[in-house]
């Protein structure tokens, strides 16, 4: 409900600081701004689901549990601490009925192939969004949204905040699934 919320507004400022700055201060401008903000926010949305859609494509070992890429090192935990990542975890939306597995809790803490998946979808999850904030990127070269510069970059600003919260939080549990999977396997961490 929060992602819609800021979705929402901000659409309604991008179309008033637009609408605002704009030389032609028309009904007219403002039903184009207004066409345009929300073609930018559909074009990113359906940018989001097809990279999320290829995405789930690849092969499930690039995404395998202890893979380089997907650890975590000391300083990045001291980060999601410092932005208190606890306070606002039940914020962001979790979407993992999308692929039949959901990571807002944890079902099973000794179940080894359940961690594993659990790790798998959290990395699956990771590349996702981290993709997903770089879609708005492509937004100013889209021929219907280009022209209007001031419209999709802050479209583009917004898609990639709410795709990197998401990634701080799979990278916050990703050390804690990791210890638990490897005792699980009954392993002793590298």
């Known amino acids: 409900m929060y992602y819609i919320l800021v ?12 609408w605002i700055l704009s030389p032609v201060r028309t ?3 403002l039903f184009e701004i207004a066409g345009m ?20 494509r690849l092969p499930e070992s690039w995404f395998a549990p202890g893979r380089p890429f ?4 000391s300083r990045e935990r ?15 939306p979790e979407l993992g009925g999308f692929t039949g597995f959901h990571k807002d809790r944890l079902a099973s803490a000794t179940d080894r192939d359940y961690l594993r998946r659990f790790l798998l979808e959290s990395n699956y999850g990771v590349v996702i969004h981290l993709v997903n904030a770089m879609c708005g990127i492509m937004l100013p070269f889209l021929p219907w949204i280009g022209r209007r510069f001031w419209v999709a970059v802050p479209v583009g600003a917004v898609n990639a905040f709410l ?6 939080l799979l990278r916050n549990n990703t050390p804690v ?3 638990l999977y490897l005792r699980a396997c009954g392993k002793t961490e590298a």
């Open 78 to 92: 001291r980060f999601y601490r410092r932005i208190r990542i606890q306070r606002w975890v039940d914020r962001v």
């Open 7 to 18: 979705i929402i507004l901000a659409n309604v400022a991008i179309v008033a600081a637009n």
């Open 27 to 29: 009904a007219g401008a």
């Open 177 to 179: 699934l990791l210890r």
């Open 37 to 56: 903000s929300l073609g930018a926010t559909l074009a990113v949305f359906l940018l989001d689901a097809l990279t999320a859609f290829l995405i789930r």
């Open 70 to 73: 997907f650890r975590v090192g």
């Open 163 to 168: 795709s990197l919260l998401p990634v701080f």
